[in-house]
């Protein structure tokens, strides 16, 4: 019974993470559009900050103890699939610091890049999720 909470729970903190990166580095192609010292520019600083810090830190913090409780309650450990996982949530997280990295860089107004930068970079969290939960599903070693 355990193990089914810790995997509900994990899977709602999954969905929360990836809602987040998947809208984060849209407001940033928006953010990028606008102008410098708009409204609309100073709006979207309120929305990804509260995005990152009421959201995406507090899901990305739960997916990585819920994980990790997981593998440990279902003695994954020795699997390749696991472990292909975990270097995949790795990169995810990465991902993750890059885009706070960058809405800091938007804060100060200080952003240099094109808003089709940002749209590019919008795919990554989708490929990497893609392949994240084809190695659960399937765990193919």
Known sequence: MLYDVLKALHIVAVIAWMAGLLYLP??????????????????FKVMERRLLRAIMNPAMILVWILGLALAWQGEW???GWLHAKLTLVVVLTIV?????????TFEADRNARPASYYRWWNEVPTVLMIAIVFLVVLKPF
């Open 77 to 79: 450990w020795r699997f």
């Open 96 to 104: 993750h610091h890059v885009y706070g990295r960058w809405r800091k």
């Open 26 to 43: 849209r407001l940033f192609v928006y953010h990028a559009e606008a102008e410098r010292g708009s409204a609309q520019s100073e709006t």
